[in-house]
C-alpha cells in the first residue's frame, strides 16, 4: 500500500492534472450531496458538484470523466476482475514498443514456419510436434527400418574373465526377455555393455 501510495505521488508530479486522493473524496461527497434527480438537468447537477468544496480545480467535464473512472475501478473489483492503474507515460510507451517488438519477432518466426511447412507438403516439423520422429520422410535416415537386435561374432569379459566367445546377440523387438543365471556369470555386465552401447549395435535404436 505504501508503494502505491509513492508511485501516485510521482504521478502526480509528473502530471499536474492528475486526480489527487483528496479530491476523489470529495466528489464522492459531492455526489452523495447532489443525487440524481435533484437538478432539473444533468448538466446543471455536475456543475453543481463541480463547484463543491474540494473541486475548484475540476470542471463538469472533468468531474464526469473521473465518476466513470471511479465507477469502472469500483466494478472491477466487485467483479474479482484486475484492475489496471493508469502508468506512467514512458512506461506506457516503453511497453507499447516492446509489444510491438514481440509481435513482430513472432510474425516472422510464424512466416518461416509457414514457408517450412509448404516446402515440406504441409508436414509439421519434429520441433512443432514436440516429440522424436521414428518414421517418415522428416525422421533421421537410418540403415534398416528393422526395430530387431542382430549382432554376431560377440565377446565380452569382465575383468581379466573371459564371459562370451564368437556369440550372437539377438534381440527381437516387442518381445520380453529374462536374464537368468548365477551370481558372477555377467548379467549386469552384459546389460551394462547394451546401454553403453558396446559393440556394432544400430545407430538408429
Not at 31 to 47: I, N, Q
Amino acid at each position: 500500500e505504501q508503494q502505491q501510495q509513492q508511485e501516485e505521488a510521482v504521478e502526480e508530479e509528473e502530471d499536474p492534472n492528475a486526480w489527487s486522493e483528496e479530491e476523489d473524496y470529495s466528489l464522492v461527497a459531492a455526489l452523495r450531496l447532489h443525487l440524481k434527480g435533484s437538478r432539473p438537468t444533468e448538466k446543471e447537477r455536475w456543475e453543481a458538484i463541480s463547484e463543491c468544496a474540494g473541486l475548484i480545480r475540476r470542471d463538469a467535464l472533468d468531474c464526469v470523466g473521473r465518476y466513470r473512472h471511479l465507477l469502472a475501478y469500483v466494478r472491477a473489483v466487485r467483479g474479482g476482475g484486475e484492475v489496471r492503474r493508469k502508468k506512467k507515460p514512458m512506461l506506457a510507451k516503453k511497453k507499447e514498443l516492446e509489444e510491438m517488438a514481440r509481435t513482430k519477432k513472432l510474425a516472422a518466426e510464424a512466416k518461416v514456419l509457414e514457408e517450412r511447412r509448404n516446402a515440406s507438403g504441409g508436414r509439421l516439423s519434429k520441433e512443432e510436434l514436440g516429440f522424436f520422429i521414428r518414421s517418415g520422410p522428416d525422421a533421421n535416415r537410418r540403415a534398416t527400418a528393422s526395430m530387431d537386435i542382430n549382432i554376431p561374432q560377440v565377446q565380452l569379459y569382465g575383468g581379466r574373465q573371459e564371459l562370451l566367445t564368437d556369440a550372437t546377440l539377438k534381440l527381437v523387438f516387442g518381445t520380453k526377455y529374462g536374464l537368468v543365471g548365477r551370481n558372477g556369470t555377467g548379467k549386469s555386465t552384459l546389460l551394462h555393455a547394451i546401454a553403453d552401447r558396446q559393440g556394432k549395435l544400430p545407430p538408429h535404436i
